[in-house]
């Protein structure tokens, strides 16, 4: 499986051979441990003080030799080392490959329109955050007070989980483990302790993970925020609830926003305010086309919508031509993640009319628009090949999941990489994560030397130490990212989350947005790191970091 793979972007213990030229003592009964034993005397009760005392010294002698590398390293954590600027830097606007794919291959490339092809501003999620609570209040019959709860872009992230069970939102490692800051019951984060108290571990087990719902689309971020807020409501006014009532109403309030409409006109009546212009994607399609490749665009959104952000987008670049002359196939409404598995006929959509035709669908017409549709009848139609097709999407169940499955090639659209890669790129960063994977280490090399039964003073001392600097370590990586949840792909340590997993099983490369393939060339060959990372974007820490 993928996780077998997994390489540590740093081994601290090459850095630690420069701290010291004296080694730790592996095991037990190194030359560092007393091998005297106390002579029994006819009291027995002396003897056994004698025998304590000695045993609560043992390996003194090791826990020193990891005293003296700590206090070298904290010496050299007071500066930023000069590595630093040696070290390359990841491209925040980069192509990232999960699984080899040779551009000149793809033929066929197909297009999702909401956060793909169209980019939005921050102001979407407090419309859609506003107008749900709204439908919670109006038409569910939520309490008042409800309408008080303001939209905090601050607290949620992509790729979180909701236990309809316990109520808990959770952010996940890469391997299924609830993240130790990372578990929100409302907006209060749980302690370890009460972790463990309702899970019983960390880990989440199969029955456990029945109960919860993954937030991975980028229009989770106010459905986040929404349930988090409507929990602490009624938490706050000692008022009984459901927890999975909570996430079944919330998500109602918001799929009704989409459905009825609410959503797509308030962003049209104000596109300034939500929708960005984007003349460079207008290139890569066009680039596109000139190498002669054939586009489609296929959308859960209905026509309406997509045709108005698309003109308003494109109006300053295309001039009089019209945005659909750039597609072979143009879908509306197309009901994905069913749209791979069912077996719905495509509906032909009359533009002037606003009603769809009653003939049969046996071939797309140029600057025509269809409706509804499968994956089927769809490769019936056009006679493409799953490996020429490449689709891009930013939802890894309903966009990705289904093409890859079909044997299509998948493209994840992320925008949050190119902020997140920016951040590890800085130097505080990976000072930071430097720091931890030291520490870390040293505290591995203290556990294997001594018992804890057995500790003596400064053993524990020197323990609290290590825990306090690792604890800070992670707190300052966290901190880079999001307050609450810390970074989308990473967990505080640096490892990849469970986000991160889906992205590597989904999509066959990824970025933070589709013209980032303008620089590439079209036939270029995008191979997977050799040095094997589960995520290809993460950087790796040098040894060099902290050699004098």
Not at 180 to 198: A, M, N, V
Not at 379 to 385: D, E, P, S
Not at 477 to 484: A, G, K, L, P, V
Request: glycine letters at 6%; charged letters at 25%; one cysteine or more.
């Amino acid at each position: 499986m993928a996780f077998v793979r997994r390489q540590l972007s740093l081994r601290a213990s090459l850095l630690l051979d420069k701290f010291s030229t004296s080694g730790v003592q592996k095991g037990f009964g190194g030359g560092g441990y007393y091998s005297q034993k106390a002579s029994l005397s006819s009291e027995q009760s002396v003897g056994k003080l004698i025998e304590e005392e000695n045993v609560g010294c043992l390996g003194s002698n090791e826990v020193a030799k990891i005293r003296e590398k700590f206090d070298l390293a904290k010496k050299r954590f007071l500066e930023i080392p000069v590595a630093l600027d040696r070290m390359p830097k990841m491209n925040p606007k980069g192509i990232y490959v999960n699984k080899n794919l040779r551009l000149d291959s793809i033929q066929v490339y197909g297009f999702d329109y909401d956060y793909t092809l169209a980019h939005y501003s921050p102001s979407l999620q407090n419309l859609i955050y506003d107008q749900a609570k709204q439908h919670l209040v109006n038409e569910l019959k939520y309490p008042d007070g409800c309408l008080e709860t303001k939209y905090d872009p601050s607290f949620p992230i992509r790729g979180l989980y909701y236990d309809k069970l316990k109520g808990c939102l959770l952010k996940l490692d890469f391997f299924g483990s609830i993240e130790p800051d990372g578990c929100y019951f409302g907006r209060r984060k749980l302690s370890r302790k009460e972790i463990e108290e309702l899970y019983g571990t960390r880990h989440i087990g199969r029955d456990q993970a029945r109960e919860l719902v993954g937030l991975m689309d980028f229009f989770c971020f106010s459905e986040v925020c929404l349930i988090a807020d409507i929990v602490q409501y009624f938490v706050d006014a000692k008022l009984e609830f459901d927890a999975s009532y909570i996430y079944q109403d919330v998500r109602r309030a918001i799929q009704h926003c989409h459905r009825s409409g609410l959503v797509h006109r308030g962003i049209l009546s104000d596109p300034d305010k939500y929708l960005v212009k984007n003349g460079q994607f207008l290139s890569f399609l066009k680039m596109l086309r000139e190498n002669g490749k054939k586009l489609f665009l296929m959308t859960n959104s209905p026509y309406y919508f997509v045709d108005g952000g698309m003109r308003y987008m494109l109006e300053d670049s295309l001039g009089g031509d019209s945005w659909r002359e750039l597609f072979e196939v143009v879908i509306a409404k197309a009901n994905k993640p069913d749209f791979y598995t069912s077996e719905h006929p495509f509906r032909c959509y009359d533009i002037e009319k606003d009603n769809l035709a009653f003939y049969k669908v046996d071939k797309f017409l140029p600057n025509k628009v269809y409706y509804h549709g499968c994956l089927k009848s769809f490769l019936q139609i056009t006679k493409w090949n799953g490996p020429e097709v490449i689709y891009f999407g930013d939802h890894l169940f309903s966009d990705l999941r289904g093409p890859s499955k079909a044997g299509w090639r998948t493209a994840a659209i992320i925008h949050e990489l190119e902020h997140e890669i920016k951040i590890q790129n800085e130097d505080s960063y990976r000072f930071a994560q430097a720091k931890f994977h030291i520490i870390q280490e040293l505290l591995g090399k203290l556990h294997s030397t001594v018992s804890s039964k057995h500790a003596c003073d400064s053993y524990k001392s020197l323990l609290s130490e290590l825990n306090d600097e690792r604890q800070n370590a992670r707190r300052t990586m966290r901190n880079m990212f999001n307050e609450s949840f810390g970074a989308t792909f990473l967990t505080d340590t640096g490892q990849e989350s469970a986000f991160a997993y889906h992205i590597h099983q989904y999509a066959d490369v990824y970025t933070s947005k589709p013209e980032n393939f303008m620089f590439y060339q079209p036939e270029a060959w995008l191979h997977v790191p050799y040095d094997v990372k589960i995520m290809p974007h993460h950087l790796k820490v040098s040894s060099s970091l902290f050699e004098t």
